[in-house]
């Protein structure tokens, strides 16, 4: 009775409406399976793959020593009267016979010397005549110099007029100077600190004054 009076109390509209209880199609039962295979293979064949590219490229660079080590010991010396065969692509001559200087030894190579011609220059300074001995490929002034004796000079390098002199006889080589012009060399006159003497010469000193 007191079941059935307590239904009785509780009226439709106050009763919960009953939902049938439906799962998604998204739901998720349990964790989802993971599967290493296909990381483990890719992850050898990208080993396998650099492992290849070092293995080729080592055998290349060997294959090139090779080849370098071969050439080297099938290198003959031309000999005189080998013949010589002219190959294609960019080889040079190929040659064979005996090699005429195996036994051969040099121990240096020198060039021909020659001395150098020496000249008598006579030099006539304001304090008497000097003679001295100058070589073809010395300057008259510095010979001088060495000699003892004082000669006027300022740039030595033959661009000015402070060493000049005055050829009296003979003649000089005086193609490095820049500062006379092609009158005054006519004249004689010459820079003693860039002449070279070309035979016997006399030479007057101190003759700056006489070009102006």
């Not at 009226?11 to 349990?30: C, N, W």
């Not at 001995?133 to 010395?138: L, R």
């Not at 000015?160 to 500062?179: E, I, L, M, P």
Request: glycine share 6%; net charge negative; aromatic share 6%.
């Amino acid at each position: 009775d007191l079941f059935l009076r307590d239904r009785r109390q509780i009226s439709p509209a106050q009763t919960p409406p009953i939902r049938p209880i439906m799962h998604s199609q998204y739901e998720s039962f349990g964790e989802p399976k993971r599967s290493y295979t296909k990381l483990i293979a890719s992850v050898a064949l990208n080993v396998a793959l650099v492992i290849g590219i070092v293995c080729v490229l080592s055998a290349g660079s060997n294959d090139s020593q090779l080849a370098s080590g071969v050439a080297m010991r099938n290198f003959r010396a031309p000999s005189i009267g080998s013949r010589m065969v002219r190959t294609t692509g960019q080889q040079c001559l190929r040659v064979s016979g005996p090699n005429p200087f195996a036994r051969v030894a040099v121990n240096a190579i020198h060039a021909p010397m020659t001395a150098a011609a020496t000249y008598k220059v006579t030099l006539q300074t304001p304090d008497g005549e000097s003679v001295i001995e100058c070589p073809d490929d010395s300057y008259v002034l510095d010979k001088a110099e060495e000699e003892g004796l004082d000669l006027p000079y300022s740039c030595r390098a033959g661009a000015c007029s402070t060493c000049a002199g005055k050829v009296v006889a003979g003649s000089v080589d005086q193609s490095d100077q820049s500062f006379l012009e092609d009158g005054q060399v006519a004249d004689g006159f010459v820079l003693t600190c860039v002449a070279y003497p070309t035979s016997d010469v006399t030479i007057q000193t101190h003759a700056e004054e006489e070009l102006f």
